[in-house]
């Protein structure tokens, strides 16, 4: 929890060099017995990578991809369609990635998550092979939609 900033991304990843990236994974195998990050931009060096995961699974969100242009180019000043095409190339490179390693894939809708925040917690659970939580307050309140959640944040 302690690297995770507001957007929920690992700070050991982000704007991390390719060698510290596989000195993080090192570590980070040898510390956990399951360990992943979130990064939108680490389709840019996951086959680099991909010989230092161990049994790697790819999770895969996908978004409206206006909705996201909409967000960047309201906070970047960015025109519209160039936006657009990076968002959905950035798709593309993910589901690539996900061909060419054929390892256990998980397709996550985020509309879908923020409507059915259980079944998607459920699905995760299942998917990385880990129990599904009995409670699952926390999870939809802090699935709920409306504003955007800080770490530690709920409801």
Avoid at 3 to 29: A, C, G, M, W
Avoid at 93 to 102: D, E, G, H, K, L
Avoid at 123 to 128: E, G, I, K, R
Avoid at 138 to 150: D, I, N, R, V
Wanted: aromatic content about 10%; overall charge neutral.
């Amino acid at each position: 929890g302690k690297n995770l900033p507001h957007n929920y991304e690992d700070r050991d990843f982000v704007s991390s060099s390719l060698p510290e990236v596989k000195q993080i994974i090192r570590e980070r195998n040898e510390q956990y017995d399951m360990c992943g990050w979130k990064y939108p931009a680490a389709a840019n060096y996951l086959d680099q990578v991909a010989r230092d995961l161990r049994a790697p699974q790819l999770i895969i969100v996908f978004r409206d991809v206006v909705a996201t242009m909409q967000h960047h180019v309201r906070s970047n000043s960015f025109d519209a369609m160039t936006v657009l095409s990076r968002v959905m190339l950035q798709h593309q490179m993910n589901v690539s990635i996900a061909m060419r390693w054929n390892a256990p894939t998980l397709l996550v809708s985020y509309e879908k998550a923020i409507m059915s925040p259980i079944s998607v917690v459920s699905d995760l659970a299942n998917f990385v092979g880990v129990p599904v939580p009995e409670d699952m307050s926390s999870f939809e309140a802090f699935l709920k939609p409306g504003k955007y959640k800080t770490f530690g944040e709920q409801g």
